[in-house]
């Protein structure tokens, strides 16, 4: 049987990516830097160890004791932790790193793995931990696992853009974040899935068009299992949805999923700020300040082998998940009563 290690696998990708490599033979390691709570039977068989991989002695003496074949990286956030683990597992069949889809640094429709070029990185974003220094750290992290390729190790990185997704694995905790510096970025589409369970009217600012590429997060661990199997050494992979989906798209689907109808009303900036709000209080409009369309090519994933889940059953997991936990993304919510106050415009 393959020895895996998941270094930060109680996260949120890293659940997911634990539970495809058990449901494909793998013997299961799960790295985390809290301890997780009790499993139910289908997760007994893994293996859990509590490591700080910032701890470099314990965690290389915790990788000694594992002894795995391959290793899936999905907490690798820093230069210096990328250049320690590229050491560590210098000799395994396969290393693969969770990077993101934020490296690119051009605006390319869509984003290619050798041709669109990452993010710069200099000193000044080690010491930021903010998502203002995420896309030039991973960027960085994908260069130094690029360079030990070319010295020998089979490592590789896989791009995801925005996981979304259920939550919640049989006793494992679904609060935790799969990114630490990326707090609460899987209750995104929660906020607006709850949006349209709970009103018949929903505000979408612009024209609806805007378009961040999302990736379902059993697809990420389906991918980050391929790539382990059948990626080349020194290559990235990008891994999204095939089917790109606007902003008014994610809301008509959620809509149909919970088989109800709500009335979009689109918004200009002037409408929303007349009631004190602007577009980029909406989540999932324009992620992150962008003002261009963030779409990935995965065509170089699906040569692999690789596919992605139909969004109508991505999206009927996700929203069931979502209404059956206490999560509901209200740290998102741009305030109903604003919103209210826009729609009795428009009605009027």
Not at 5 to 12: A, M
């Amino acid at each position: 049987m393959v020895s895996a290690l998941v270094v930060g696998g109680t996260g949120f990708v890293g659940r997911h990516t634990v539970a495809e490599l058990l449901d494909h033979g793998y013997d299961v390691t799960a790295f985390s830097r809290r301890r997780r709570a009790e499993s139910a039977d289908n997760l007994d068989a893994v293996t859990h160890v509590t490591v700080d991989r910032t701890d470099t002695e314990a965690f290389r003496s915790a990788v000694d004791r594992t002894d795995p074949d391959v290793v899936v990286d999905c907490a690798l956030f820093h230069p210096e932790d990328a250049r320690v683990a590229v050491e560590t597992f210098a000799d395994v069949d396969a290393y693969v790193y969770v990077s993101s889809g934020g490296v690119y640094a051009r605006k390319d429709i869509p984003k290619r793995e050798s041709d669109t070029p990452l993010h710069s990185y200099s000193p000044t974003h080690g010491d930021d931990d903010t998502m203002a220094s995420y896309g030039p750290r991973k960027a960085e992290c994908d260069r130094i696992v690029t360079r030990a390729a070319e010295d020998g190790v089979a490592a590789t990185s896989v791009r995801p853009t925005m996981v979304y997704g259920p939550k919640s694995l049989d006793g494992w905790d679904g609060s935790v974040s799969w990114a630490p510096d990326r707090p609460g970025i899987q209750n995104h589409h929660e906020y607006w899935i709850h949006r349209v369970a709970d009103y018949d009217r929903v505000v979408v600012p612009g024209d609806g068009t805007a378009i961040w590429h999302r990736v379902y997060v059993e697809d990420v661990a389906s991918a980050l299992r391929v790539v382990a199997e059948d990626g080349t050494p020194g290559e990235a992979y990008n891994v999204a949805d095939r089917l790109v989906l606007t902003m008014e798209d994610v809301v008509d689907l959620v809509a149909e999923t919970l088989d109800t109808s709500v009335d979009v009303v689109h918004a200009s900036r002037r409408e929303l700020e007349a009631v004190g709000l602007t577009p980029d209080d909406f989540v999932l409009y324009h992620h992150l300040g962008h003002n261009y369309p963030h779409v990935l090519s995965t065509c170089k994933l699906a040569a692999l082998g690789w596919e992605s889940t139909p969004v109508e059953e991505a999206m009927e997991r996700t929203v069931e998940d979502a209404l059956a936990s206490e999560r509901d993304g209200s740290a998102f919510d741009p305030g109903r009563a604003a919103e209210e106050r826009l729609l009795d415009a428009v009605a009027e």
